[in-house]
């Protein structure tokens, strides 16, 4: 099976920052697009970056430019790079990956989520 698995989350100052990582573990023949979303409590989960096998990136408003998503397709892995950290940036974290297994069944995949807080 395809696994998501997660890491870098925890408790920063604002101003502070954080790099989540992401790694795809399994039967993977391929992975096209990598992205992070995030969900703070009563909120729906929203699109925080996005990233194409070839490189592309795309990035939600809020970030504005302090968030960085870059990968390394060899590893199987994607990155978040949190700069300048603001509590409203206090959310779970979940990574997202469009795979292609290793019987060509493409399919969406979800990470276990990582909390990130932001707090003096």
């Known amino acids: 099976q395809v696994r998501l698995v997660e890491s870098g989350g925890g408790l920063v100052q604002p101003g502070g920052s954080l790099r989540l990582s992401c790694a795809a573990r399994?039967?993977?023949?391929?992975?096209?697009?990598m992205a992070w979303h995030r969900q703070a409590p009563g909120k729906q989960r929203e699109l925080v970056a996005a990233?194409?096998?070839?490189?592309?990136?795309n990035y939600a408003d809020f970030v504005k430019g302090r968030f960085t998503i870059s990968r390394d397709n060899a590893r199987n892995t994607v990155y978040l790079q949190m700069n300048s950290l603001k509590p409203d940036d206090t959310a779970v974290y979940y990574c997202?990956?469009?795979?292609?297994?290793?019987?060509?069944?493409?399919?969406?995949?979800w990470g276990q989520g990582t909390q990130v807080t932001v707090s003096s």
């Open positions: 997202n990956a469009d795979v292609v297994n290793h019987y060509a069944t493409r399919a969406s995949y």
């Open positions: 399994g039967s993977i023949r391929s992975i096209n697009d």
């Open positions: 990233s194409t096998s070839g490189g592309s990136t």
